[in-house]
């Protein structure tokens, strides 16, 4: 008797984390297993119940063509072929047995969200932040406390990239001009309320070694009635940094003349004033009781590209200081992590374990998998090289004892898990625009964000329990 072949299963995949680096690695992994004519079920879970990350609630709310990455995302999620559960915490709601269970391979995409250390005496003294917390408040995280501390009038940002501009900047900004963002109400209410004068940015390294890029750099000089003052001590025009600018790319070139711009600039005398000091290394914050200023070593570049210290120390009288010197990824349950970089140790996005040996059906992409380094350009190729290695690994990933496409569901319904989906997004989305349509203010709101995790759960799920 000839016996009739049956079709091969479909490939069913789990994606922790919905942001950016989670949409990319789906949506190439669907491309390249349908243009070889296979099936694939690809699941993104998240622990909020909305998706896009740090898109959401990692970006500043004025930041409107940043945000508009927003745009080619949903595409990607609203053409049905990948799976969004939020409200889903792995290592919680499930954990790696669970997901085993049910998908042949798991990738994680689940950032890096906590802020790096600045090791310097007196940098836990009350008065001192970490950007990401700052950022989470601003930004509506439904885990973020509703009310921040803003009573200080002299403050001091460490980091000379695009999160330390974007912590200068919503401190700096009158509260009036973010009414046309999505900022949370409480949030507006709380920076209304700031006394702040003056926000100094200080950065290590010279102004042609900041990481900044040149649209966020050239958007400071565009804040309405804040004055921002640079100095001309800060711009060596020694030999080593006038041959390194030389060699630098346009991008370097280009912030290089919007800041030498800004010399020749005479203050407007505004309420306001954002000042970008360089060639200053954090050495101390000083406070009695809590923070009362920050003191400086004063550097200068090097042959190698570098900065060394000159001895000069400089004293800023402050009253906060907001760490923004980078991030890091955390640990997750059951799966191999290096606490000395913050990322999942992987090869190629192949997670690995203490020896270097792959473990079966386990992948890495994005912040988790290189570090916090890199724009969307580095997410989508870093997600390229990971759905490469696990196409190649195929015939060796895990086989699942509960492959079939509900099945997850039924799990976590079991469990009384208050999950959402794609289309209890949509009605999230729709909510958050019609309160932005419905706001009585005089600009034009997009959207006006919800931020209880509980209520944007109910607006999701349909439940009674919504108010607004």
């Keep these: 008797m000839t016996r009739t072949p049956t079709a091969p299963q479909p490939l069913r995949v789990a994606i922790i984390g919905a942001g950016p680096a989670g949409i990319y690695a789906g949506n190439i992994l669907t491309r390249a297993v349908q243009d070889a004519g296979g099936e694939v079920g690809i699941d993104l879970f998240d622990s909020l119940p909305a998706p896009y990350g740090l898109i959401r609630y990692g970006v500043a709310p004025d930041h409107p063509r940043i945000k508009g990455?927003?745009?080619?995302?949903?595409?990607?999620?609203?053409?049905?072929?990948?799976?969004?559960i939020g409200n889903?915490?792995?290592?919680?709601?499930?954990?790696?047995?669970?997901?085993?269970?049910?998908?042949?391979?798991?990738?994680?995409?689940?950032?890096?969200?906590?802020?790096?250390?600045?090791?310097?005496?007196g940098i836990d003294l009350p008065g001192s932040y970490g950007a990401a917390d700052f950022v989470s408040w601003f930004d509506g995280h439904p885990d973020a406390p509703r009310d921040w501390p803003l009573d200080a009038t002299d403050i001091a940002v460490i980091g000379n990239g695009n999160v330390a501009l974007d912590?200068?900047?919503?401190?700096?900004?009158?509260?009036?001009?973010?009414?046309?963002?999505?900022?949370?109400?409480?949030?507006?209410?709380?920076?209304?309320?700031?006394?702040?004068t003056d926000v100094h940015v200080f950065g290590r390294r010279g102004p042609a070694q900041v990481k900044f890029t040149p649209i966020e750099l050239r958007e400071l000089g565009d804040i309405p009635n804040v004055d921002v003052l640079v100095y001309q001590e800060d711009f060596p025009r020694d030999e080593h940094s006038e041959q390194r600018?030389?060699?630098?790319?346009?991008?370097?070139?280009?912030?290089?003349?919007?800041?030498?711009?800004?010399?020749?600039?005479?203050?407007?005398?505004?309420?306001?004033?954002?000042?970008?000091?360089?060639?200053?290394?954090?050495?101390?914050?000083?406070g009695a009781g809590r923070v009362e200023g920050m003191r400086f070593e004063r550097t200068e570049p090097t042959a190698d590209g570098g900065v060394r210290g000159t001895g000069e120390i400089i004293d800023y009288p402050l009253q906060a200081v907001y760490r923004a010197v980078g991030y890091r990824g955390s640990a997750l349950a059951q799966v191999p992590f290096d606490k000395a970089r913050g990322v999942i140790p992987n090869d190629g996005g192949r997670v690995v374990d203490g020896q270097g040996t792959p473990l079966p059906g386990l992948y890495a992409t994005g912040w988790i998998k290189r570090g916090p380094v890199g724009l969307i350009g580095h997410t989508k190729s870093d997600a390229l090289e990971t759905v490469t290695k696990l196409l190649e690994d195929h015939d060796l990933t895990v086989q699942p004892g509960r492959p079939?496409?509900?099945?997850?569901?039924?799990?976590?319904?079991?469990?009384?898990?208050?999950?959402?989906?794609?289309?209890?997004?949509?009605?999230?989305?729709?909510?958050?625009?019609?309160?932005?349509?419905?706001?009585?203010?005089?600009?034009?709101?997009?959207?006006?964000?919800?931020?209880?995790?509980?209520?944007?759960?109910?607006?999701?799920?349909?439940?009674?329990?919504?108010?607004?």
């Design 69 to 84: 990455i927003v745009n080619s995302l949903h595409e990607m999620l609203d053409a049905g072929t990948i799976r969004f």
């Design 88 to 121: 889903v915490a792995y290592g919680t709601d499930l954990d790696l047995a669970d997901l085993r269970a049910h998908y042949h391979a798991l990738i994680f995409a689940t950032g890096a969200i906590r802020d790096a250390v600045l090791g310097i005496p």
């Design 167 to 196: 912590v200068a900047r919503m401190l700096a900004k009158h509260p009036v001009d973010l009414l046309p963002t999505d900022i949370p109400a409480t949030v507006h209410a709380g920076l209304a309320g700031s006394p702040v």
């Design 245 to 286: 600018l030389a060699a630098s790319n346009n991008q370097v070139k280009v912030m290089t003349r919007t800041l030498n711009g800004w010399l020749s600039r005479e203050p407007t005398g505004a309420p306001r004033r954002l000042h970008l000091h360089f060639l200053h290394s954090p050495v101390e914050v000083y």
């Design 404 to 468: 079939a496409e509900d099945a997850i569901l039924a799990l976590l319904d079991e469990r009384g898990i208050r999950f959402t989906t794609w289309s209890g997004w949509l009605a999230l989305d729709a909510h958050e625009r019609s309160l932005g349509q419905a706001d009585l203010s005089t600009v034009t709101r997009e959207r006006v964000k919800v931020v209880p995790r509980d209520e944007q759960v109910g607006i999701a799920r349909s439940e009674s329990l919504v108010v607004s």
